[in-house]
């Protein structure tokens, strides 16, 4: 039987061996997720993000224990951009998640990775998939963000929450990166921390500032100090005021139509990607170019002949379907 | 008969009318294109770049005269990134370099262009193209430069020449850039004018500092005045002795295989991005993305789906071709 058909069943194992098909990029994997995919849209997708620190790991714990109260099934992906350089105090706080470890209900999954760009992204996305076609109500997808990190998650989320401590400093940054503009809800953490107030202010001029319609989404700023579970549930609620937000204005449905869309078109690059990569190994090109180079072919119909071996290839990758 | 084979034969309204076709990516202009491309590849192509006002017309307009003197045929394609931003000066200038246009040997055409990237790099190395085949022995393309410019023409070129003037303080900001590294002949122009000394050493300096091997290509900096035709020739030895430098070590027929590999990625490359702006304009995609949403398909399959798409695309514009 298939991995995912296990998946499908219920089978925690062959969603962890499966994820990890998906982090390998095994070929299998490409299979495997066309028969996860009609399962999923229907989990609610968080993004959780801010400055290594700030205490995203601690409130994620809360988060879920929040989400268990109301009987919801939660999927965790945590995604460390680089162990290397986030070192050991994301493993503490992943050593926090823990405790829910014992909750079957409860599913996470640490990603290790070099970057966000590329790979990750589309590691992610599958892992959230699979997390979805398992049946969790809801996923949670934590990451260390900074400048771009937090523009992709917030395409790969429903609700983006950004999580800044006093101190951090960030926020001019992060107006300028478009940060604030790419998340929904917003969090100070460590908010019994000197400053805490200075920075909650900051932010709420901040997102006062944003151009905005009547129908908008107006954000409130959420002071929290996850490891003494204060303030997670006003978080919580910020978050489920924004997913109502979404459903009543049908902007819920606008993400999962543009986040549908861009997944399709990052799949079609990659496609094209791995086959320019391919005809560039072997000397297929350097004869085009020699052939060019001699005046036997020019660049138009030398691109015709790239693009019918980009066709045989196709029609080679279907039979080999089909033969299956 | 096609335009192509009357540039060929030399004529030159033809050529121009050609040059429009390109200018403004008309259909036909493949197939004349292709009738061009055998005849290219015999040209010495020089690009000279620099910051506005440096003199780079006047420049040109010496060294048509030097290669002219030479028995040289010479084509110059003198572009314009934006008109609106430049103005009159450079109006002043490509009027000066008409005193050639009485001459047959000379062919000049500007390219106005709102900006290099894209566009404009097919434009122009479509017009050197045409003027390499109408067998100028040298084809000069003239720019105003900043920043990526410099990088792209000396992709198009087989000599690059950078103009600087005094006064014009743009060095650590070139340096940074990876401007100097672009290009291998350097002009201190109106150097006549007060700082000129100061410019000329910082250039030797920062050229020197250059990572370099024994058989690498040692810049001098050349003072010139152009309006006053000083230095024109010690410009013009530097800019043979760099062409010398590249055939007797065969870094000329890497340059151009470079180039011509270069523009058969870009040609794929602009083929792929029209199909991607086609499928996005209909409905094609939207009705993908809807059956993705439904379950119906998945990404692996729909970008099956558009590849398929793609290569019957490309079977239509066969047959089209066949059918003149």
New interface residues.
């Given amino acids: 039987m298939h991995l995912a058909n296990r998946v499908l069943k219920g089978d925690l194992q062959a969603a962890a061996r499966l994820i990890t098909l998906v982090e390998n990029e095994s070929p299998e994997s490409?299979e495997e997720?066309?028969i996860?995919?009609?399962?999923?849209?229907r989990a609610y997708i968080i993004g959780i993000t801010g400055p290594p620190g700030a205490g995203k790991s601690s409130l994620t714990d809360a988060l879920i224990k929040f989400f268990r109260d109301q009987k919801k099934t939660v999927g965790v992906v945590a995604v460390d951009p680089s162990s290397a350089f986030t070192g050991g105090a994301i493993l503490g706080d992943r050593i926090r998640m823990q405790r829910h470890c014992i909750d079957p209900d409860v599913f996470i999954r640490s990603l290790a990775t070099r970057g966000w760009i590329g790979g990750l992204a589309k590691t992610t996305v599958g892992a959230v998939h699979i997390m979805d076609a398992m049946g969790k109500d809801v996923i949670i997808i934590e990451t260390v963000g900074s400048g771009q990190i937090e523009i992709d998650i917030s395409r790969a989320a429903d609700t983006t929450l950004l999580v800044l401590t006093p101190g951090s400093g960030d926020e001019i940054q992060m107006m300028k990166a478009g940060i604030l503009e790419a998340a929904d809800v917003f969090a100070v953490n460590k908010s019994d921390q000197p400053g805490a107030e200075t920075i909650k202010n900051g932010l709420e001029l901040m997102l006062g500032l944003r151009p905005h319609c009547a129908t908008d989404f107006m954000p409130r700023v959420i002071s929290t100090t996850a490891i003494q579970d204060l303030g997670v549930n006003d978080l919580a609620e910020e978050i489920m005021r924004h997913h109502e937000h979404l459903v009543t204005t049908g902007l819920l449905q606008n993400r999962?139509?543009a986040r549908?869309?861009f997944?399709?078109?990052?799949?079609?690059q990659g496609?094209?990607t791995n086959f320019?990569q391919r005809i560039d190994e072997g000397d297929y090109?350097d004869k085009?170019?020699d052939n060019?180079?001699k005046?036997?072919?020019?660049?138009?119909?030398?691109?015709?002949d790239?693009?019918?071996r980009?066709?045989g290839d196709?029609d080679n990758?279907?039979s080999k379907g089909n033969q299956k």
Avoid: C, D, W
Wanted: aromatic share 8%; proline share 4%.
């Fill in positions: 490409i997720m066309s996860i995919y009609p399962h999923t849209g999962q139509r549908a869309k997944e399709l078109l990052e799949t079609l496609f094209l320019m090109l085009l170019v060019l180079l005046g036997k072919t020019n660049p138009y119909t030398a691109t015709m790239i693009a019918t980009f066709a196709l990758m279907k």
